[in-house]
């Protein structure tokens, strides 16, 4: 019986072993800057030749569009003027349509924070700026969970109920699914080469430019889903504009209102649009499509027409620099121009391929702004 | 990490051993005696009058129950039950019980509310250890499955406050797991005999067993020992759970290609015990008992993904690992007491968990460790009889917990290979928690009609962490003096009616999840508040009782008043707390805080146990609950979408029963059949947190009616075979908070052969 008793034992000895915990992972020597410091440790690469930048001083160059005739114009007289019904947004300011904030918002300043690291301070920023930015990207419900998931309401959607979210179904709708499709990729990409020390410049500019069109996108969608989820439309406001008032944007509105001020404001217009729109057809899930899509379409339009006016400023910005400033300002447009290519081809479609292929091998840049000029010029 | 290998070498190695001869001699099963809360249970010789509520006994035998100085509202969930039921974890195992229902967050999961509440609001105890530790969430939470139901003897569920005898977070009722004992063999022989149980089911394709050893010396040496392993697949549902409100597919879980299987559900458990009962003397038990329980790679269903999220994100607990240690010493020589016993234990709670999003690149890990030293010290005093009609009986101890939280979390960029540790994890690190306090329990008996009974508690509480600047995360010390009570009584209106009355003060302390931690909830992001106070809970009961050899019955009515009750208030993005952006982000957000006026639960819930023909049972119960409490949203600044003033408490159960017909026309060995059903209507009574909780589906959860027939066939006590026939009409259904539906038409089947045992005489 003893033998038993200390083969038990033993027995008893090897089943506590089973079963330790992981040790703890290593942190890296890479990535430990803080973030709230990175910001201002961007002058790397300034003892290279970076080129000369040129400040462009963009002001409404294609003129200000006429808004349509149905559109909501909560700045003249207070909508009085306007075929629109009595509303929320009748004062000209954004009232919201849920309980707080929304959570978009956060994701806009992540935006803005990325900027500091990756394109505010330097045409060069650091590897380890990457790093940072790539680690505010990946935040828990952060930007990039969103860019995840995005999907742009312009196509249709994929057959049989299947969602963007579901495997393989991306690759299958890639315009639907610009977001898992599209623009993760690039953002990856980005965030990788330049945490690994390659072409920051360009590789900041494909950030923004994905980010922007993410941005773009989400305020549109957000327009759309709003007939399920009436804070959606807050959220539309939101990707616009940070959700901010008129005369402080943040994030995609701040850059079309630093080009294109007055089409800043239609889009604003069109996110009060939305907001009466949902005020006017208050029940739990919308019924007036009629008045959505005019709503959203106005939000859409302005905003297509400020990114046209975003893409014009960067050629132009190309076309005085050299360099890495110049460089970094047509990556900008390269990355944007497919995603843009939809509303450039509903306006003309011969200026919008060659506008693409334009940008393939040797640029010339005053040809490539033509194209855009003459497509958007509202003068 | 798939962790199975360990498991099955684990397992395999065992069973090589145990298929040497064994060397058994005489086994005598005569003794249905255990530790567990021997301090209280075990001290009266049973009778029929004394069988205890709810209809769990029958024929007057020995319950789990039995024993408590008065009648309260309860029920327990014996060995044979266990086994006839095959439940697939100690929580399932509480689904017949009444005033019960058991949500599951995942597969591997799952969390039994009590009359409306759980998590932090109900106490779960391992034979007469607290398992609740300071990191008990308000909501639902997993750690009721890290018992091993193969380890348990039985489970007694104790309805309403219990704060006296058991301290802080018994509100709703207490759960208490009796281990599985080695019988003694006859007096002067020795024996040692493995035992072996293997199960499967065919929902979730899981497979799995325990070997164990039972060494017995006499009466005076006993020592049990086993290891268990298990490996768990994808669950299949019967479909797609539609929601109520717009008819459309619920978006939590994730449904495979065949819309059935549900993603994020499978898991691997591995398990090891082993205790050692001597008794040095006829009237003394030294005991020392490890019990270990390890999981791995389990996800959380309802974030794997979640709703909206790309099909490959998922939130996995890659390891959930609980280990407990301890000895008691219990004796009855005490000069003036009847019994007392003493324990010290040790216990870790381990938890690593990982979001893992692999189109972006991006992995976040959490580690949280939380270890408990515990001492008790509790007995009852010899009854002493005032006059010949009076007799005065009193329960007395004194316990205390002690945690440490260690609390860690990374991000790593995958793809640049990039690994940064965060300021701070889910909780402070090092923080500490101590609780404990000092009880008397009295009952005083007039003949055998009238039982008065009344106690007292006075607790302390103290809760220490240290503020991380990074996260502007608020240092705590903070410390409380609860003091609590009861007093009921019982009434015996026949030879076979009585009456019971109580009423129960019971408290909950905030624990370091309140005050310190920061996560993802069901329902959003919750983040903490360092300045909460205690909810106390006051709680009228109205008990039926009716027990006679064929027919028992219970019918119990209850309203609990919480005072105090920490809530969860809606906040705005601006009110997050600095460098959180998970918080900013998050669709909604909520703080913890104490609600300024009452919240109630009330309700009613009865049993029917009938014997027939000899070999038949029916039992039938049913549960209704209905809670309110004060808006939580009114409270926050720039939130006024809700202007009620009265909103549902969240995830009270709806109203829902079970019923089981069992037929057994032997004791020992031969045939058994069964057939139970479970149903709950739909719940709509929504609290605002509910609202927002992809795990409940628009408008609520659809209600339900599933049944299972049981077919068995005892060959000896020793070895039985049994089959289990799952949800028979292939029912879509879901228990209501849960982010799972309950498994497809299936079978499972299990076979034991364990010679001691014995234990289950229900």
């Known amino acids: 019986m003893k033998k038993s008793t200390h083969l038990l034992a033993l027995s008893l000895s090897s089943i506590v072993l089973l079963g330790c915990p992981q040790k703890d992972p290593e942190v890296t020597d890479a990535g430990t800057t803080p973030i709230a410091d990175a910001g201002a440790n961007s002058d790397a690469g300034s003892n290279l030749d970076n080129g000369t930048d040129c400040q462009t001083v963009p002001n409404e160059d294609m003129g200000i569009c006429s808004v349509a005739n149905d559109a909501y114009l909560p700045r003249q007289n207070n909508s009085a003027d306007d075929s629109w019904d009595a509303c929320i947004s009748d004062d000209n300011t954004y009232h919201l349509a849920g309980d707080s904030t929304p959570s978009s918002v956060a994701r806009v300043e992540a935006f803005d924070r990325i900027g500091a690291l990756l394109w505010d301070h330097s045409i060069t920023p650091p590897a380890d700026n990457f790093v940072q930015a790539k680690l505010i990207y990946a935040e828990d419900s952060g930007v990039g969970s969103r860019v995840a998931r995005r999907y742009d309401t312009h196509y249709p959607k994929p057959p049989n109920g299947e969602s963007c979210q579901d495997e393989g179904v991306p690759a299958q709708y890639p315009d639907y699914c610009v977001g898992p499709a599209t623009l993760e990729p690039i953002i990856n990409e980005a965030f990788l080469q330049g945490g690994q020390g390659n072409d920051p410049a360009l590789n900041s500019a494909r950030v923004r430019a994905a980010l922007m069109w993410f941005f773009y996108v989400s305020a549109v969608k957000e327009g759309m889903s709003c007939a399920a989820k009436a804070k959606d439309c807050d959220s539309s406001w939101a990707y616009h504009t940070g959700g901010t008032d008129r005369d402080n944007p943040i994030g995609l509105g701040r850059a079309i209102k630093r080009v294109a001020p007055e089409t800043y404001n239609q889009a604003f217009d069109g996110n009060l649009a939305i907001r009466c729109w949902r005020d006017l057809d208050s029940a739990e899930t919308a019924e007036n499509e009629a008045l959505q899509l005019r709503a959203v379409n106005q939000l859409d339009a302005a905003l297509i027409q400020g990114f046209a006016a975003i893409i014009k400023d960067e050629l132009d910005h190309a076309d005085c620099s050299t360099g890495l400033y110049r460089d970094s300002a047509l990556e900008f447009v390269r990355t944007v121009a497919p995603l843009f290519n939809r509303p450039f081809a509903e306006k003309d479609p011969t200026a919008a391929a060659a506008f693409l292929s334009g940008l393939e091998g040797t640029v010339n840049i005053p040809t490539l702004t033509g194209y855009v000029f003459n497509a958007f010029n509202c003068n | ?762």
């Open chain 2, 1 to 762: 990490m798939r962790r199975m290998p360990i498991t099955a070498l684990g397992v395999l190695c065992t069973m090589a051993w145990l298929s040497s001869p064994a060397r058994a001699q005489n086994l005598e099963q005569q003794e249905d005696e255990s530790t567990a809360q021997a301090e209280a249970e075990a001290d009266k010789k049973p009778t029929s009058k004394e069988i205890p509520a709810m209809g769990t006994t029958i024929r007057g035998k020995r319950s789990p129950t039995h024993g408590s100085s008065v009648e309260r509202a309860a029920s327990a969930v014996t060995r044979e039950q266990l086994v006839e039921r095959q439940p697939r974890s100690a929580p399932d195992a509480l689904r017949y019980e009444p005033g019960v229902f058991v949500q599951k967050t995942a597969h591997a999961q799952g969390s039994a509310f009590i009359r409306g509440v759980t998590g932090q609001q109900t106490l779960l105890m391992f034979d007469g250890i607290r398992l609740n530790n300071s990191t008990y969430r308000q909501g639902p939470n997993q750690y009721f499955f890290t018992l091993d139901a193969q380890t348990i003897d039985s489970i007694t569920v104790q309805r309403g406050g219990a704060s006296t005898r058991y301290g802080s977070d018994a509100i709703g009722g207490v759960i208490r797991a009796r281990p599985l004992l080695a019988l003694p063999s006859t007096p002067k022989t020795s024996s040692l005999k493995p035992g072996i149980t293997f199960y499967g089911a065919s929902a979730d394709q899981s497979y799995g067993g325990r070997v164990q050893l039972a060494y017995s010396q006499g009466r005076t040496l006993r020592i049990l020992a086993g290891i268990g392993g298990r490996q768990v697949d994808e669950l299949e549902g019967s479909g797609v759970l539609l929601a109520p409100q717009t008819k459309e597919s619920a978006l939590i879980p994730m449904m495979r290609d065949d819309g059935r299987t549900q993603a994020g559900t499978g898991f691997d458990e591995l398990t090891f015990d082993s205790r050692m009962d001597y008794k040095p003397h006829r009237s003394d038990t030294l005991s020392f008992a490890l019990y270990g329980y390890r999981q791995y790679d389990a996800p959380r269903t309802d974030q794997c993904p979640a709703a909206y999220a790309p099909f490959n994100e998922c939130l996995v607990y890659d390891e959930q690992f609980r280990t407990l240690a301890y000895a008691t010493y219990q004796t009855k020589r005490l000069t003036g007491f009847r019994r007392l016993r003493i324990t010290g234990s040790w216990q870790q709670q381990h938890e690593r968990k990982t979001l893992d999003r692999p189109s972006s690149f991006v992995r976040h890990t959490g580690r949280d460790e939380v270890s408990t030293l515990g001492v008790s010290v509790v007995g009852s005093l010899k009854p002493s009889r005032l006059t010949p009609s009076l007799l005065f009986k009193t329960r007395l101890g004194v316990d205390h917990y002690a945690d440490t939280v260690a609390s860690k979390s990374w991000t790593e960029l995958t793809d640049l290979e990039v690994l940064v540790e965060r300021s701070r994890g889910q909780y402070l690190d090092n923080s500490r928690y101590h609780q404990g306090g000092t009880f008397i329990d009295s009952e005083l008996k007039w003949g055998r009609v009238v039982s008065l009974l009344g106690g007292a508690r006075v607790a302390w509480i103290d809760a220490q962490a240290f503020g991380d600047a990074g996260s502007g995360s608020e240092p705590v010390d903070t410390s409380w003096f609860p003091v609590t009570g009861h007093l009921g009584a019982r009434l015996k209106l026949s030879a076979i009616d009585a009456l019971n009355l109580s009423w129960d003060h019971s408290y909950r302390a905030p624990n370091l999840d309140d005050l310190t931690s920061r996560q993802f909830t069901g329902p959003g992001f919750q983040f903490e508040n360092a300045a909460l106070g205690p909810e106390v809970a006051h709680t009228l009961e109205l008990g039926l009782t009716r027990r006679t050899r064929r027919l028992q019955w219970d019918l119990w009515a209850y309203r609990t008043e919480l005072q105090g009750a920490i809530v969860r208030r809606p906040m705005p993005p601006e009110d997050c707390p600095p460098d959180t952006p998970g918080c900013q982000a998050s669709w909604t957000r909520f703080q913890l805080i104490n609600a300024q006026d009452p919240s109630w639960i009330y309700g009613l819930e009865g049993g029917v146990l009938v014997g027939f023909a000899d070999a038949w049972q029916l039992r039938v119960t049913a549960a209704w609950a209905k809670g309110e409490g004060p808006n939580p949203a009114l409270l926050s600044t720039n939130i006024a979408a809700d202007e009620r003033t009265r909103v549902p408490l969240s995830r009270i159960p709806p109203l829902n029963g079970t019923l089981e017909l069992r037929w057994r026309p032997s004791e020992k060995r031969g045939p058994y059949a069964g057939l139970g059903v479970r149903g709950a209507m739909l719940q709509d009574q929504l609290a605002l947190s509910d609202v927002s909780d992809e795990r409940i589906p628009a408008g609520g959860t659809p209600g339900f009616v599933v049944g299972d027939l049981r077919l068995g066939y005892r060959f000896s006590r020793q070895l039985i075979l049994g089959l289990v026939m799952e949800n028979l009409t292939d029912q879509i259904y879901r228990y209501h908070g849960s982010a799972i539906n309950g498994p497809a038409r299936g079978v499972q089947m299990r076979l034991q052969y364990q010679p001691n045992f014995s234990r289950g005489k229900s």
